[in-house]
């Protein structure tokens, strides 16, 4: 535990009451917060995470923020400011024991509250697999409905970096995709961070929250300053085309949607689909895709064996497999190890899934 201290320090310079959750995870649609864009301003996506947490420590009292240096605003500055705002009783660091960290958080939701736990590293978070997949996943199921810890949120920063080498860059989200009773989301950019954030930490089941890091200054656009909230285990389609479906999530949508404009010049028309929530995650907007077009492409930073772009294509090829023209292409990270020097090499870029799109539609 103390080597593992050391080698982030050197990487990274209640209330007993019950509170009735809400069953709608959105309280407004897409086409609403396009509208209102114009009374936000530009952020970057931690600076969108910030805000989030903020409305959500303002509007329900018995909402906690906790975790390995929260209240200095933690590693990615996060929580900048949330301390000062509303009081170490309400944003408190936590020894570095990420099981402790999610036991805690699931007590704390289990009486009622909205529990937003951190944990620090995504690397990190598999001392606390236990907690999440034996106890969070299955405390309402267990008990009949008679207790839930609904309440709690987990969030944790994913993915390659450009530095981060083996212990700080992993994508896990397939290892929590395996656990029903979770739900597991991952954000785009800003404004989508902030939407989605706000909704799992309202909805009435543990959520998972993995967040890119390499996104955390990188994207910037304009956010709604108000309070909003964008609809969970639904995808969005960001980009359409008749040609060929792209499916992926997190900072990988950017990678494609730079293939997919290559791969226009050469009269390729693609759809890019944002997944957004991958537990559970939204069948009928990818199938309903796929039959049009007749081709599907996945990509991911995880590893390609047992990544959850194999249950996508799976699924896709039990409900679509008499509409397929072509293989299903799966554009994903190398059964290795995260490298560090070699990272280049791993990474699913822009060129490997340009030339899976030519590939996919001249099969």
Same mark, same amino acid.
């Given at each position: 535990?103390?080597?593992?201290?050391?080698?982030?320090?050197?990487?990274?310079?209640?209330?007993?009451?019950?509170?009735?959750?809400?069953?709608?995870?959105?309280?407004?649609?897409?086409?609403?917060?396009?509208?209102?864009?114009?009374?936000?301003?530009?952020?970057?996506?931690?600076?969108?995470?910030?805000?989030?947490?903020?409305?959500?420590?303002?509007? %329900?009292?018995? #909402?906690? !923020?906790?975790?390995?240096?929260?209240?200095? &605003?933690?590693?990615?500055?996060? #929580?900048?400011?949330?301390? %000062?705002?509303?009081?170490?009783?309400?944003?408190?660091?936590? +020894?570095?024991?990420?099981?402790?960290?999610?036991?805690?958080? /699931?007590?704390?939701?289990?009486?009622?509250?909205?529990?937003? =736990?951190?944990?620090?590293?995504?690397?990190?978070?598999?001392?606390?697999?236990?907690?999440?997949?034996?106890?969070? =996943? *299955?405390?309402?199921?267990?008990?009949?409905?008679?207790?839930?810890?609904?309440?709690?949120?987990?969030?944790?920063?994913?993915?390659?970096?450009?530095?981060?080498?083996?212990?700080?860059?992993?994508?896990?989200?397939?290892?929590? @995709?395996? =656990?029903?009773?979770?739900? !597991?989301?991952?954000?785009?950019?800003?404004?989508?961070?902030?939407?989605?954030?706000?909704? @799992?930490?309202?909805? +009435?089941?543990?959520?998972?929250?993995?967040?890119?890091?390499?996104?955390?200054?990188?994207? !910037?656009?304009?956010?709604?300053?108000? $309070?909003?909230?964008?609809?969970?285990?639904?995808?969005?389609?960001?980009?359409?085309?008749?040609?060929? #479906?792209?499916? &992926?999530? &997190?900072?990988?949508?950017?990678?494609?949607?730079?293939? @997919?404009?290559? =791969?226009?010049?050469?009269?390729?028309? @693609?759809?890019?689909?944002?997944?957004?929530?991958?537990?559970?995650? $939204?069948? %009928?907007? !990818?199938?309903?895709?796929?039959?049009?077009?007749?081709?599907?492409? /996945?990509?991911?930073?995880?590893?390609?064996?047992?990544?959850?772009?194999?249950?996508?294509?799976?699924?896709?090829?039990?409900?679509?497999?008499?509409?397929?023209?072509?293989?299903?292409? #799966?554009?994903? &990270?190398? %059964?290795?190890?995260?490298?560090?020097?070699?990272?280049?090499?791993?990474?699913?870029?822009?060129?490997?899934?340009?030339?899976?799109? *030519?590939?996919?539609?001249?099969?």
């Amino acid at each position: 535990m103390g080597l593992r201290r050391f080698g982030r320090l050197v990487k990274w310079v209640g209330g007993n009451g019950r509170r009735p959750f809400s069953t709608s995870s959105s309280s407004s649609c897409d086409e609403m917060m396009v509208q209102q864009i114009a009374s936000g301003k530009s952020l970057n996506l931690y600076s969108a995470i910030n805000q989030a947490l903020h409305i959500a420590l303002e509007t %329900d009292p018995r #909402t906690y !923020v906790f975790g390995e240096d929260v209240s200095f &605003g933690g590693v990615f500055r996060c #929580t900048t400011g949330l301390a %000062d705002r509303f009081g170490k009783r309400r944003v408190f660091n936590t +020894p570095l024991c990420e099981q402790g960290i999610v036991g805690f958080g /699931i007590g704390l939701a289990a009486m009622g509250n909205r529990a937003v =736990a951190e944990i620090q590293f995504a690397d990190y978070i598999f001392p606390a697999f236990d907690q999440i997949v034996n106890e969070a =996943a *299955k405390f309402r199921y267990r008990s009949g409905n008679q207790f839930n810890c609904g309440g709690l949120t987990i969030r944790s920063p994913y993915g390659a970096v450009g530095h981060g080498g083996h212990y700080h860059s992993q994508s896990p989200e397939a290892f929590f @995709c395996h =656990a029903p009773g979770i739900k !597991v989301v991952i954000p785009r950019s800003p404004r989508q961070a902030k939407g989605l954030l706000l909704s @799992c930490i309202r909805d +009435p089941n543990p959520v998972v929250f993995f967040e890119p890091k390499w996104l955390y200054r990188l994207s !910037v656009e304009e956010v709604p300053e108000h $309070d909003y909230m964008l609809p969970l285990s639904e995808a969005e389609i960001i980009r359409e085309g008749n040609d060929i #479906t792209l499916v &992926g999530w &997190g900072a990988q949508l950017s990678i494609m949607e730079q293939a @997919c404009k290559d =791969a226009e010049k050469d009269g390729i028309s @693609c759809e890019l689909i944002d997944l957004r929530t991958l537990l559970p995650w $939204d069948k %009928d907007t !990818v199938e309903a895709s796929v039959r049009k077009t007749g081709r599907l492409l /996945i990509s991911h930073e995880a590893p390609v064996t047992g990544g959850f772009g194999a249950e996508i294509s799976a699924s896709i090829v039990e409900r679509c497999f008499l509409r397929l023209e072509a293989p299903v292409a #799966t554009i994903c &990270g190398l %059964d290795t190890p995260f490298p560090l020097v070699f990272e280049p090499f791993y990474m699913p870029n822009k060129n490997k899934i340009l030339d899976a799109i *030519k590939s996919t539609v001249n099969f």
